[in-house]
């Protein structure tokens, strides 16, 4: 009984490993509140213990959009060099289509181990 209960503690109070270790990153370019056209370029870079399985981009009510990952950061593999793909954490990704003003656009790092941070970013869009 005693080792049944104690599992269910364990079970209960258990924080899965993605929680703890969160991927991480910034957003480069643009910066917050810049005036950017749509369909401009944007980028940043991120980094996971478990490494980075994609990295997405919204908008209010725009459609998902896939980044580009790997992009070459020397920068980062220096300060983080103890991650397997902190040489290549470098991700692009385009400006959605939207119409002129202020917006907020999320970019949702995704783990591999299922971890998840969402980095946002205000923008003026001309």
Request: charged share 25%; glycine share 12%; net charge negative.
């Amino acid at each position: 009984e005693r080792d049944r209960a104690a599992a269910e503690f364990d079970r209960l109070t258990s924080v899965a490993e993605a929680e703890l270790a969160p991927p991480f990153g910034v957003i480069d370019i643009p910066a917050e509140d810049a005036e950017v056209a749509a369909g401009s370029f944007g980028l940043g870079w991120a980094l996971d213990d478990s490494g980075i399985d994609r990295v997405e981009v919204s908008s209010q009510g725009g459609p998902l959009q896939a980044a580009t990952l790997g992009g070459a950061r020397p920068d980062v593999a220096k300060a983080f060099p103890r991650y397997a793909d902190a040489a290549h954490p470098g991700f692009g990704f385009v400006v959605p289509e939207l119409p002129g003003g202020t917006h907020t656009i999320s970019i949702t790092l995704v783990a591999r181990d299922g971890g998840r941070t969402v980095l946002t970013r205000r923008i003026r869009v001309r």
